[in-house]
């Protein structure tokens, strides 16, 4: 990815920048704003997706419409689960929490050497990476 700067968005503050929520805060908008490139792990597809289906959010279109459509905003890239950021997962300095979901998205971060938009304070408290919030 060069030299250009790259944030990753947790899948709340991906959903919540995409539906423009005031949930997200303004720091955090103003990090993704500034950035040149937004990058999304593949996890938080799967994450969104089960969390419509399970009832616990709701959308006004289709969760692989709301997807395919977030995925084209500007600066925005997807990134792939690759072999690299899963066996990562499995070996996170510290004492990081058991969440598989989380523990992907974070060792996309290391990989990507980017800081992390999220609210979530187990990964806020976690010295490794940056946390914009």
């Known amino acids: ?6 944030i990753i968005l947790d899948t709340h503050a991906w959903i919540w920048w995409i539906n423009e929520s005031t949930n997200l805060s303004s720091n955090a908008s103003r990090s993704i704003s500034e ?3 937004i990058g999304i792990p593949a996890i938080c597809c799967w994450e ?7 009832g616990r959010i709701g959308l006004s279109i289709d969760v692989q419409v709301w997807i395919d459509v977030a995925l084209q905003r500007p600066k925005v890239k997807l990134l792939p ?8 997962s499995t070996r996170l300095p510290g004492d990081f929490h058991g969440d598989p979901s989380d523990r992907l998205i974070v060792a996309s971060c290391l990989v990507y050497k980017a800081s ?9 408290n976690w010295q490794y990476i940056q946390v914009i919030w």
């Open 35 to 37: 950035t040149d490139l």
């Open 116 to 124: 992390l938009v999220s609210k979530d304070e187990k990964i806020k």
């Open 1 to 6: 990815m060069g030299c250009r700067t790259v």
């Open 81 to 88: 689960l690759t072999p690299e950021i899963s066996v990562l």
């Open 48 to 54: 969104l997706a089960m969390l419509v289906a399970k």
